[in-house]
Every structure is written in structure tokens, then in C-alpha cells.
């Protein structure tokens, strides 16, 4: 099933989850036992990470055929598009075709730090230039073959390279409705931790592109106060006065605290989207960082999400046992 189906169907609150491909074969070992255990809290799907200019393009696949081999859960694979050859998007989706990936996060990538990017100069071996020539492209190609997901920014996508980087969700708006037009089928969001400008931004979202297309927030879990702060700047998410007040210094350093405290946050921010959308966003996108105990423990003790382990637990003797850390 595409994840647009899935979505149709599930009624009642759920999870997704990405990761990454780790470099090493004990660590996609590692991951993968990892994911076993993960599995007991039932994801919507999981998706795969895709190094911009298809730097893991191998490991990505690997993962991807890895995972939907070993567990019943549909894969996402994520896929840009800028400074890489075409034959490399061609190559995946058909590699994706063959061992039954169907469903594709369509990206544009960013060029490395530092670098440029490659200019297309007419050469149509580059001619993506933004998300939505993928998605037209995979469209034009595959038809409906595909279940398309696109990015969203709820607080502006940040341009690097414009003369005013500034965030503006509105801006940004005709070119997501340009994406849905072309054909995408879901939305997952850049991580944030600003509820209130979540909700903004879903309103304007439902106000002006679509109802039904389902919108995943992503969330990315609190697993020490300098990581949560550096992934914050690099993803230019701004983090509200309230919950940095819930970190006194006293506690910065002392990473059990930061960790329940984190779970806290993020089971508010859960509840509160949910609440407020009357339940029209309800399956919840994790930023795994490939690691579990931080996710497990939110959606125990969620309100929302508890439900998926108690079913869980009565359906099977899987336990989710946090291992890493
Ligand atoms: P686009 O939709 O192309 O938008 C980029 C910018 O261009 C925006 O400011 C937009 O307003 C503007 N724009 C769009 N279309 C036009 C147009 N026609 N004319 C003028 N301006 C336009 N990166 C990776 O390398 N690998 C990953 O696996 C990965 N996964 C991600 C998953 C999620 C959920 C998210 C939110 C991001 C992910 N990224 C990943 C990062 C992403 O590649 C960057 O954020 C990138 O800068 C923008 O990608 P996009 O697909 O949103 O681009």
C-alpha cells in the first residue's frame, strides 16, 4: 500500500520513522536489530535517508531493500535531485521498482558545505533544479507507480545562498501547491519545536493547498541539551522561550534530566497538535537519529500514542527494551 492509503485508512493516532543508512555492516546490523525492536510500536512506514548528490545512494538502497525484506512496514525512500547526474535518479527508481519501494520522498538536496552548485549549463544530465522537476519527473516516467511525498518548511525554508536569508512559510507557499499540483501525495515537515507555528502553518496549509493530503510533522527527540541546540540552528528551527526555560543551567550537562525532560516537550507538542487539528494530523514523523529509547518512552507515555504498545503488547510478546545509551 502507499502511505497515502495507509494514512486513509489508520484512524487512530500513529507513528513514522526515519533513519539513516549507518557506514559500517555491523552498524546496519546494529540498526537493524534496533529496528526489531522498534517495530513494536507499529510505524505508519519508515523512511531512508539519501546523501545529497547521491553520496549513499548505494547504502540507501541497501537499507531500504533490507528493511522492507525483514519487516512488514512500507519504506520511503528519500531521493534529491541537484548536483547529480540524472542516470543516478534513473538507476534508484528503478532499483526501487525491482525490489518494491513505493514510495518516494522527492527532494532537492543542498550543495555541500562550502561547494557550489553544479550548474546545469544545458546539460540535461543536471536539469533539476528544485524538488518539483523531480516530482514531474517521476510522474512523467512512472506514472502512478510512485506515492510521492515533498517537504515543508512550517517556519520558512531558510535559502542559504539569497541576499536575504530569510524564513517566510507564506513564500514558500505557491511552491509547495506547486508540488501537490504536480502529483505529490504527502507532506512531511522540517523538524520544529514551535508548536503554535506548526498550527499556523497547517492552517495555511489546509486553507490553501489541501484538506485531505496527509501532513506528517517531524519531530526530532531531546538526546542531550548541545545536540538539540546544534540541530536546532542547522534546520533553522527557533526554539520558544518556554521550552528553553524548561532547561535551567544546572541540568544542561546532566543528560538523564535533558533526556525526560525532552520526552516531556515532545509529548506536549504531540498532544497539543492533535488536540488542536481534531485529530486531522495524526500520525507523527520521528527524526530517529537512528536511536530508540527516547522515542519509545514518548510514545508510552503519550496519551495519544499510547494505544500502539498496549494493542502491541496484547498481539505479541515483542517488547520495545531501549538499548542504546
Ligand atoms: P524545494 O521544494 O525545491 O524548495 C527549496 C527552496 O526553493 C524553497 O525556498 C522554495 O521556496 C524555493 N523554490 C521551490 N521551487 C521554486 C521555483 N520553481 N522557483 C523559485 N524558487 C523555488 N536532504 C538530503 O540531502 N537528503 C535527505 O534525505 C533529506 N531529507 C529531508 C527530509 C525532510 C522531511 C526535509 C524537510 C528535508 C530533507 N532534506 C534532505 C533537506 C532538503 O534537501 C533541503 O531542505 C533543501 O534545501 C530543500 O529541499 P526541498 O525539497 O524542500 O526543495
Redesign the pocket.
Known sequence: LSIKELYECKATPSISL?F?PPKTDSGTRNLMERMGRMSAMDPLFI???????GTTSDK?LNLAQLISKEFNVPVCM?????NMERSVIDEALKKCQEIGIKNI??????PPIGEDWIDSDGNPEYEF??????VRYIKETYGSEFCI?????PE?????D?ENAIQDPV??L???K??IDAGADFV????FYDVERFLAFEQLFRDNISMNIPL?P?LMPINSYLLFQRASKL?HASIPEKILERFPPEIQFDDDSVKSIGVEILIDIIEEIYKRTSGRVRCF?F?TLNLEKAIAQIVSQSPTLSHILEENESSSDDEVTPQEN
Open positions: 526515519e539513516f523512511t531512508v535517508t539519501w546523501g545529497a548528490g540507501t528519500h531521493l534529491t535531485c541537484t520522498l522527492a527532494l532537492r538536496g543542498d533544479k528544485h524538488a518539483i522537476d523531480l511525498g515533498v517537504a515543508a518548511y520558512g525554508h531558510y535559502q542559504e539569497s513564500k514558500d505557491v511552491y509547495l506547486e508540488k512531511i515537515t522540517q523538524m506528517f517531524g534546520s514523523h527524526y
